[in-house]
């Protein structure tokens, strides 16, 4: 599995942004379960959102709740929409993906697998 963010870019606190992730080698990734971290100037990277394949089921990090909405728009791409972005919200952010086999509680733990190349967000106050 291969994976491409796309969709960063620069906006003000309060506005909104779409990431997308898309399989850049056309395997359909509708079996896994796709996540977004991020990694802040500094920080370690963290958990944002994750969406299972097999029930559509989702998990977002306390920090994102009511305001980040992760979807899957079909076999080869899944969103995250960024609503009422924050300055903290400033990261690199990273699709990424589980081994097949294992479970979502993998990205929700910060162990996935797979890692996209990450697309700059940036929010000014």
């Known amino acids: 599995v291969q994976l491409q963010a796309s969709g960063g870019g620069s906006v003000q606190a309060g506005g909104s942004l779409r990431l997308s992730c898309a399989e850049s080698?056309?395997?359909?990734?509708?079996?896994?379960?796709i996540g977004w971290s991020r990694q802040a100037p500094g920080k370690d990277r963290e958990f944002v959102a994750a969406?299972?394949?097999?029930?559509?089921?989702t998990y977002y990090a306390d920090s994102v709740k009511g305001r980040f909405t992760i979807s899957r728009v079909n076999a080869n791409t899944v969103n995250l929409q960024m609503n009422n972005l924050k300055p903290e919200d400033t990261a690199v952010y990273f699709c990424?993906?589980?081994?097949?086999?294992?479970?979502?509680?993998?990205?929700?733990?910060?162990?996935?697998?797979?890692w996209g190349q990450g697309t700059l967000v940036t929010v000014s106050s």
């Open positions: 990424t993906a589980p081994h097949s086999d294992d479970t979502i509680r993998a990205l929700v733990q910060g162990r996935p697998l797979y």
């Open positions: 080698r056309r395997t359909p990734f509708s079996r896994y379960h």
């Open positions: 969406i299972s394949w097999n029930d559509g089921s």
